[in-house]
């Protein structure tokens, strides 16, 4: 399969609002309600933020959303704080145990 | 606390073998699907190979199928990447991760696997 696609950076200020945007196929992000996010620092590994679409784990602030509309996800960050900026991925399961991963979209807090 | 800790990187030369081990704990390993993620230098993160709990179900990217081989072994509460035929393309930094309906929930630290001669 082909990586979801993905900004490859966006900006913005503390306290703004910010989403990402992943854009699939129907094989993928359209197919299945699968669809989960990873926050990234640099030389740390990924961490879960949101699952199935909109859920987020115990300990993640709800200043994190998301939502998906046909092919295309989102992850919105309201509130944006200095510890914000990070790589975040998107991932999506693709069917017969495969799962696809966005390019990653690089967040930087101004 | 979950705890997946990766081990056996290195440098490998082309054409080469390597396994990795990620040792599990804090948790019921024999109850989990698992997995292995791996991030290219500078890169963006690319879903490797799955298996089921019972290792009943194993499945590979098409990038690996047939040189790599996942296992895993619940007594030791331990999951395994054995990579062959080894290319540049392979270089990476090489995560273990546990998964939960279809989601990765936790991930190790990972170990660099580096094919160069």
């Known amino acids: 399969q082909s990586a979801l696609t993905q900004p490859r950076s966006v900006s913005g200020s503390p306290g703004q609002s910010l989403t990402l945007s992943c854009t699939g196929t129907?094989?993928?992000?359209?197919?299945?309600?699968?669809v989960s996010w990873y926050q990234q620092h640099p030389g740390k590994a990924p961490k879960l933020m949101i699952y199935d679409v909109t859920k987020r784990p115990s300990g993640v602030p709800d200043r994190f959303s998301a939502s998906k509309s046909g092919n295309t996800a989102s992850l919105t960050i309201s509130g944006l704080q200095a510890a914000d900026e990070a790589d975040y991925y998107c991932?999506?399961?693709?069917?017969?145990?495969?799962?696809?991963f966005g390019g990653g979209t690089k967040l930087t807090v101004l | 606390e979950v705890q997946l800790v990766e081990s056996g990187g290195g440098l490998i030369q082309p054409g080469g073998s390597l396994r990795l081990s990620c040792a599990a704990s804090?948790?019921?390993?024999?109850?989990?699907?698992m997995n292995w993620v791996r991030q290219a230098p500078g890169k963006g993160l690319e879903w490797v190979s799955y298996i089921s709990s019972s290792s009943s179900t194993i499945y590979y990217a098409d990038s690996v199928k047939g040189r790599f081989t996942i296992s895993r072994d619940n007594a030791k509460n331990s999951l395994y990447l054995q990579m062959n035929s080894l290319r540049a393309e392979d270089t990476a930094v090489y995560y273990c991760?546990?998964?939960?309906?279809?989601?990765?929930?936790?991930w190790g630290q990972g170990t660099l696997v580096t094919v160069s001669s």
């Open positions: 991760a546990r998964m939960t309906t279809l989601h990765l929930d936790y």
């Open positions: 991932c999506s399961y693709a069917g017969s145990y495969s799962w696809v």
């Open positions: 129907t094989s993928d992000v359209g197919a299945y309600n699968y």
């Open positions: 804090g948790f019921t390993f024999s109850s989990y699907s």
